[in-house]
């Protein structure tokens, strides 16, 4: 009896957005007197942060900070439609709304700010930092602030923009299957290490070295936040989850977190994570979504880890030290 | 975490202001501290609550439901069964024509899966509630029940949803959602080795650290506010509107930062039967799931099993791939018949393979409704697909990671359901994992790229 140790690499990829398209999602943009900039949506924040990756998006794409750009949403009676917040969509979708809405507000105030400078919008640009500038000539410039104050109460201009995005459904050929599911894939590969004690039937996931590829890093933290709590879930699902450990018996299913099994803090994996940044033709900055794929190729890395170890394959999930010790003692007896 | 800009750098702009900076989320500061609003802190003067009566078995006839002695318990308000409910049998994916409408709100003459709700009780706390419903006696004619997926769609199997009238969803395509590339069978022919396995999974639970809920506000004008953590605000708001036969601008649903969701909140099963409450008393009403209620009557993923064959040569190229994949949807359809034909478009994974045959199944069984979660349709065939590779690999005697660059799909690849390959970076991934995981694979590995030379 000994402590084994093996590992194992799994690759895949997923699709953004619900399946097949038909998903749309739109948003409004407005600007305050003062030159803050509201976002309108119907979209839900799950706690992965997508407020602020819409303010992010706007801010980018109207050329101000961060911090002038305010997201109201998940309220039906103010934001327009937004199909909802699952199928790795509301990056790609929302994103996508936010940036066609801020470009149309965008070009209202660069032309309110030509009236003001008395140029040509088209001889304009953002500094990034709340200021309209000449091209090459940046000391004629103006502040945002300004420039709203006078779209407000002088030019009666409404510095506001509309977005939406809906990628056309498609319908799968009933023989064949053609179809066209998703416009662009994210990627993984993720390489796992465990112990296995063949006595017990334990594993110790040692480490998870994870490569993500998802179009573009909006915010590199909360990519972060995202493919390590991922991660983790990919374990969990590898070696503890089930809420009916006896499927298809019904019987001795959990019922709080005493009884239904996750890993706690000591029993995580050493995490790496590495992200690669190809593009998507469509996506907001290229972005793909990210959110349900982070959690899928450490369940078969683990897998082939377990069997790189000890040498038997658990082909049911979870992979639990019964089943693998089951598994020993059907290989021990030949 | 590690940004790797070296690959792709040729077809990316990077250098933006805000894009690409790791600026503090500004809602950090109101999670950490407590101050964030979720929809639980909604408290209203002479709000009720709702508790659920539930079936305690898997599949049975309703004969009688009586609520007399719920009704006089003290606290209580208003009980609801069945005929209370406007549009009572209904399904989620109506909304983009994917029916039947095959469940029951409140349970109509029978019960599919044991903890399906049967009666409502609204009480003026929750203790009152909970007690009432203890108090609703219904009588019930026990008949048998189904499982196992196999055992269910196998002819003279009890029938789990009459509404269906067999045990696995009809598509189109008939009983099941098929993909047809090439010829598979002249790809078994060819191949050197032929392996068939077969995977299987259980359902597991979302875990949000909030469970599912909502809280319901009479504005007084006909109109009701509903504070909902859903994960789908219209989604949810027009199948009220379905539901209740209640047009939607007399609905308003208010969301919010939602404590966790991963497919576990975007079915629609509070916020109806709340709303319909707070109609039918001119209260506020809080519907709010016990962690027990999120474990076993919340929808899990949905159990899979998924049988693959692969013809594969020597030299690492599999020929053949035939998938048959089933979701076990429990009673009713909810997000399941989505998942599966979900499974249809992904399978056989990021590899090119120039014959494949795929039959994805969603079966009905007597067992707690299965529907969204992160990746369902995708995660259970992940973890197939990725164990068959090991196998395979094994099987000719190569590396697990030198036998994927080998099947890699590439721009311009053509998929199964023939849409060509854009945008691969599945190669990049596994040379970056073989730098990090010191896994060396062979230098023509590390010198593919996934863009075609005059792609």
Redesign the interface.
């Known amino acids: 009896m000994a402590i084994r140790r093996g ?9 953004t957005g619900m ?2 398209g ?1 998903d749309p999602t739109q948003a409004l943009v407005h600007s305050t007197p003062t030159g803050n900039f509201m976002v309108t949506l ?6 992965q ?1 997508m ?2 990756i819409m ?3 706007c ?2 794409t109207i ?1 101000v ?3 002038r750009v305010i997201i109201d ?5 103010t ?1 327009p ?6 199928a790795s969509r509301g990056t790609h979708r929302a994103g996508n709304a936010v940036i066609q809405a801020a470009k149309e507000a965008r070009q209202v105030m660069l032309e309110v700010a030509a009236e003001e400078l008395e140029v040509n919008a088209s001889d304009l640009e953002t500094d ?1 930092q709340g200021n309209i500038q000449v091209k090459g000539a940046p000391q004629k410039s103006i502040s945002i602030f300004d420039v709203a104050l006078s779209a407000h109460f002088k030019r009666g201009r409404s510095i506001s923009g509309r977005g939406m995005f809906l990628i056309p ?1 498609s319908y ?1 050929e ?9 416009t ?2 994210a ?5 796992a290490e465990v112990e296995v004690d063949d006595e017990t039937g334990e594993v110790t996931v040692l480490t998870v ?1 994870n ?3 998802i179009g ?9 936040q995202q ?2 709590g991922g991660s983790w ?1 990919g374990i969990s ?1 590898a070696l503890y ?5 006896y ?4 019987d001795h ?5 005493n009884q ?1 099994l ?1 890993p706690g803090p000591g029993d995580l994996a050493q995490t ?10 469509d996506g907001p ?2 972005a793909k979504g990210p ?3 982070c ?3 450490q ?3 683990v ?2 880890a377990v ?1 790189d170890a000890v040498g038997v ?1 658990i ?4 992979i639990t030290p019964e089943r693998i010790l089951r598994a020993l003692k059907a290989q021990a007896a030949g | 975490m590690e940004l790797r800009k070296d690959y792709f750098a040729d077809v990316r702009k990077d250098g933006l202001h805000e894009i690409g900076q790791p600026r503090p989320r500004l809602d950090s500061p109101g999670h950490v501290t407590g101050k964030t609003a979720y929809f639980a802190d909604r408290n209203f003067p002479g709000m009720l609550h709702l508790k659920m009566v539930r079936s305690p078995h898997h599949h049975a006839r309703i004969r009688s439901i009586d609520t007399s002695e719920a009704e006089k318990h003290p606290g209580v308000v208003r009980v609801l069964t069945a005929r209370d409910v406007p549009h009572n049998v209904y399904t989620i994916l109506i909304l983009i024509q994917i029916g039947p409408e095959d469940e029951t709100v409140l349970a109509d003459g029978k019960v599919r899966w044991k903890g399906e709700a049967v009666v409502a009780v609204l009480a003026e706390t929750e203790r009152a509630a909970q007690e009432a419903a203890a108090k609703v006696k219904v009588d019930y004619e026990v008949l048998p029940a189904v499982f196992d997926m196999e055992e269910a769609v196998k002819p003279g199997a009890p029938l789990v949803n009459e509404y269906h009238g067999q045990n696995y969803y009809l598509y189109d395509s008939g009983e099941c959602r098929k993909v047809r590339f090439g010829d598979v069978e002249a790809g078994f022919a060819q191949a050197d080795h032929i392996l068939e396995q077969s995977y299987q999974s259980s359902p597991i639970e979302h875990a949000p650290t909030e469970t599912t809920g909502c809280v319901v506000a009479p504005e007084g004008n006909d109109r009701f506010t509903c504070y909902t953590n859903t994960q789908a605000m219209f989604f949810t708001l027009d199948n009220t509107s379905i539901i209740l036969q209640m047009p939607g601008s007399k609905l308003h649903f208010v969301g919010g930062t939602v404590g966790g969701g991963f497919g576990g909140k975007v079915d629609v099963i509070v916020e109806p039967i709340a709303i319909l409450g707070a109609k039918l008393t001119g209260r506020p009403v809080s519907f709010v799931y016990s962690r027990e209620e999120e474990m076993q009557i919340s929808s899990p993923r949905a159990a899979e099993k998924v049988v693959i064959k692969d013809g594969v040569m020597r030299d690492g190229r599999i020929v053949a791939r035939k998938v048959t994949g089933y979701t076990d949807a429990g009673a009713y359809s909810r997000h399941s018949p989505y998942g599966a034909q979900k499974g249809a478009a992904h399978y056989p994974g990021p590899y090119t393979i120039p014959n494949v045959w795929i039959d994805t199944y969603c079966v009905y069984t007597n067992r707690t409704p299965s529907s969204a979660m992160r990746g369902f349709g995708v995660t259970i065939g992940d973890f197939a697909l990725e164990v068959q590779m090991d196998k395979l690999a094994r099987l000719i005697g190569m590396d697990p990671l030198e036998f994927r660059f080998v099947n890699a799909y590439r721009d311009g690849d053509m998929k199964a359901h023939r849409q060509p390959t854009e945008g691969a970076a599945l190669i990049e991934c596994m040379q970056e994992a073989s730098r990090a995981a010191n896994w060396p694979v062979a230098e023509k590995y590390m010198a593919m790229s996934s863009y075609r030379k005059g792609a």
Request: aromatic share 8%.
């Open positions: 590992r194992g690499v799994a690759a895949i990829n997923y699709p399946n097949l038909g119907s979209s839900v924040d799950l706690g942060g407020k602020q303010a992010q998006i801010a980018e050329g900070p961060t911090d949403t998940a309220d039906t009676d934001g439609h937004c199909m909802g917040t699952f990034g459904r799968p009933k023989e064949t299957g053609a179809m066209k599911p998703s662009c894939y990627h993984a590969c993720t390489v070295k490569v993500f590829e573009r890093a909006l915010n590199p933290k909360m990519v972060e493919l390590v879930m699902h989850e089930t809420t009916e450990p499927y298809p018996n019904r299913g959990g019922t709080d977190f239904y996750m790496e994570i590495i992200v690669l940044e190809r593009p998507s033709a900055f290229g959110g349900e794929m959690a899928n190729p369940i078969p890395a897998a082939n069997f394959r082909d049911t999930l979870p």
